[in-house]
């Protein structure tokens, strides 16, 4: 499998919450289809009883108290926010 | 002479005794920055009142005996000010003047308190190895600026070589400070995974990712790290481990270290220039009573693809949160909510970050998470294994930062494969984990600098400087500065 469609471009494009025309998608395609097909190499070795690395340090579940805290302002909340109303962000509708 | 020709030591001592005011500091660094950014471009954001008001504040201190105390600094901008415009030199982020708090390291230099003069240029996101995927001008390299300075800290990189600030943070993903350093003929340090807080650092491959110090010399480097370094409960991922004093490690004696020089980064692939400054110096650690056997990483070949299936799949989920809701730039085209989230993301981001998210939502996505992400993560096992065999018996692994010298801008942008092999043998110590440095080892024909890498085990980077500092005391080549040579 190292060949990608432009289909598969357009599905996984929308996964990503990305688009692209036709040109871009095609130009997509090759160039994954080139990365994918140099990993593929790594289907030379023999992986049967290796265990997966997520993180290389020996950490598991570091936990924390819950408590609330002061951290920031609803004002400094809404200061980057490209549009808003009321305090709070205020986005295009859901529905046409 | 510049003031700038000082070890942050040297100027510590100078502002102590009132030789030298923090003013006369931050005034040099941006008359140098007003004479050569035009070139370089290595800032995208100066805040030239704020940083002299900063001096003047710190010229009435009583007390200066602070490490770094009064020194000009950047960071790159992908590390989060408070209050300062912070964009991962993406357009996507051109609008984000005002961040609302400090990223740990920032905060953790505040409090020894050097002056941030600006935030330096990188590729978008950390993605690159040239610079050139800045949504901005590209840095270039301050040695010929016919060149690219490596990249994504090459921003970080190019500032400190051409002598506008002291001092930078980068951060270091698959060779982001190595490579940039190596470039540029400064020395960076990519510390141990955990090592350095990464709260406030926009995150790129979450398992990878790492701040670490670029700098002129061995010992500003050391001085920086032991600055930033530490456990930080606002990153889980930070390591609870001490934080030893590592300019004390700088002995100059290197005396019985045991050297490992893989044959792997001595293989094809490296040019000749590069591999004569290596045995050079080699040959300079035999004399200081080091010694160096050839060893194997079998792995190394298949390190690249491991780390673009990771660090992409990764990419995907940590820039998921970019989406024109609560900061950055928002599509003015979009109909509705969906239509926002698609059309700010495909206006927003460059071509290279979309083919990561790309790649790493196809290496995630059902029916081949197992044949790719996992497959990956399985042979990052193999490839740490290799490095934890050889650390049992030697000290510290030592090769190439690059396989070439820095190559010329436009020269590696048409296929994307041929610039992702710039990192072969950076890419591996993220994988592994451990810490690794870049250092000056020489010059090419051309008259661009040529790096060494240096590899330690984990958590030991006072063993890694101890030998980088010995070499470079023995050496000339930290000593050579830029003139900024090119076509203009």
């Not at chain 2, 301050?142 to 090459?154: A, E, K, Q």
């Not at chain 2, 083919?355 to 990052?380: C, E, H, N, P, W």
Request: aromatic share 8%.
């Amino acid at each position: 499998m190292a060949e990608i469609s432009k289909e598969q471009v357009k599905h996984v494009a929308n996964l990503a919450r990305l688009e692209f025309d036709d040109e871009a998608v095609e130009q997509m395609a090759n160039e994954l289809s080139a990365i994918i097909e140099y990993a593929e190499q790594l289907n030379e070795l023999d992986t049967e009883n290796v265990k997966p690395t997520t993180h290389v340090l020996d950490l598991k579940n570091v936990m924390r108290k819950d408590e609330p805290k002061k951290w920031i302002t609803q004002e400094e909340a809404l200061k980057n926010a490209p549009d808003q109303k009321d305090g709070q962000i205020l986005v295009p509708s859901i529905l046409e | 002479m510049s003031l700038f020709d000082y070890t942050i030591k040297e100027l510590e001592a100078k502002l102590h005794n009132h030789e030298i005011t923090v003013e006369d500091l931050v005034k040099e660094s941006y008359a140098q920055i007003k004479k050569v950014d035009g070139d370089v471009h290595a800032f995208l954001t100066l805040d030239e009142e704020k940083a002299l008001e900063k001096a003047r504040e710190l010229d009435k201190c009583e007390d200066k005996s602070g490490i770094l105390f009064g020194i000009p600094a950047g960071i790159k901008d992908n590390i989060v000010t408070k209050g300062l415009r912070t964009t991962c030199a993406s357009q996507f982020l051109d609008n984000f003047t005002d961040p609302l708090y400090n990223a740990t390291v920032v905060d953790k230099l505040d409090a020894e308190n050097p002056v941030a003069v600006g935030k330096l240029n990188m590729d978008e996101f950390a993605m690159g190895s040239s610079n050139e995927n800045s949504g901005y001008e590209p840095t270039r390299n301050p040695w010929n600026i016919d060149h690219v300075p490596g990249g994504s800290s090459g921003g970080s990189a190019a500032a400190v070589a051409a002598g506008e600030v002291l001092f930078s943070l980068g951060s270091d993903t698959g060779g982001s400070i190595r490579q940039p350093a190596a470039f540029c003929g400064v020395v960076g340090m990519k510390p141990t995974y955990g090592r350095v807080s990464r709260f406030g650092l926009v995150a790129f491959a979450s398992s990878l990712d790492q701040i670490g110090p670029l700098t002129r010399t061995v010992e500003d480097n050391a001085r920086v790290l032991e600055v930033i370094a530490g456990h930080d409960k606002m990153d889980s991922t930070s390591a609870d481990v001490d934080v030893p004093a590592y300019t004390e490690a700088l002995t100059g004696d290197v005396k019985g270290l045991k050297i490992a020089v893989p044959k792997e980064y001595l293989a094809e692939g490296v040019s000749e220039e590069v591999k004569n400054s290596v045995m050079e110096a080699l040959k300079v650690y035999e004399s200081l009573g080091a010694t160096w056997e050839e060893v194997s990483l079998p792995h190394s070949k298949y390190a690249l693809a491991t780390y673009y299936l990771l660090s992409s799949s990764e990419a995907s989920a940590n820039l998921a949160r970019f989406d024109g809701v609560r900061y950055g730039v928002r599509s003015e085209n979009a109909k509705n909510m969906l239509d926002m989230f698609v059309k700010s993301r495909s206006e927003g981001f460059g071509d290279e970050v979309k083919r990561r998210i790309m790649l790493g939502t196809f290496a995630l996505s059902s029916g081949y998470y197992d044949a790719y992400y996992k497959k990956a993560q399985k042979v990052r096992t193999l490839i740490k294994n290799d490095f934890d065999k050889i650390l049992e018996e030697y000290d510290v692994i030592v090769g190439p930062t690059t396989p070439t010298p820095a190559f010329k801008v436009g020269e590696k942008t048409s296929d994307p494969l041929t610039m992702y092999v710039n990192d072969i043998l950076t890419i591996p110590v993220n994988l592994a984990g451990v810490p690794g440095i870049s250092i000056p080892c020489g010059f090419s024909e051309e008259g661009l600098p040529i790096g060494l890498q240096i590899i330690g085990n984990y958590f030991d980077e006072s063993t890694v400087y101890r030998a980088a500092h010995a070499f470079e005391q023995a050496t000339e080549h930290h000593k050579k500065r830029p003139q900024l040579g090119g076509a203009k």
